[in-house]
């Protein structure tokens, strides 16, 4: 693409990307916020569980991957990589972005993980997004359903049925108190 149409179009590189991830993640987000907000009120006010609010994040992304039309397998994989190697500008425009989507899940995953507190909370759903982004952005993953796998639908099914476990494991782990330190196990 020329980058005087670029510049013209969108005003820089960076606001060309931050229009891509707009037109994308919004109808994605929107529909994560619905889904979250449909078990809010099917829980009737009891903390929903960590596999369901994973769900209602995971679904809306691996709906987008099957939508050829807004960029399907390609877009995650690019999310993926904005998310495992952000520049800056990337880092700050998904922060602000979405601010609002990010704090309904952390306040959901709040009232279902009581035990953890809102900074040992923020690691694990750093970690958690880590995984997802490196298993969007790799083909690794890609290659191992497909093996297996008939179609894309059957993809997804696996992707969920593989990472949910490991990633509400993580979640639900016991904290750690202030005083116990990490005990690596040595190979002797």
Known sequence: MNLAAVNYH???????????????????????????????????????????????MLIPALKLARDERRG??????LL????ADPAPFIRHFLSQQYVEMIGRYKEAFQKSLPHLSRQELTWRLHFVMGALSYTLAGTDALKLFAQVAVNDKDNDELLLQRLAPFL????????????????????D
């Open 10 to 56: 969108f005003g820089s590189k960076e606001e060309l990307f931050q229009s891509v991830l707009t037109r994308r993640l919004d109808p994605m987000n929107q529909e994560r916020i619905e889904l979250l907000e449909k078990l809010e009120r099917e829980s009737s006010g009891r903390p929903i569980s960590v596999e369901k609010i994973l769900s209602s």
């Open 72 to 77: 399907g397998k390609n877009f995650l994989r």
């Open 80 to 83: 993926g990589r904005a998310y």
């Open 168 to 187: 509400v494991a993580g979640l639900k782990a016991p904290a750690l108190g202030d005083t116990r330190k990490l005990e690596l196990v040595s190979g």
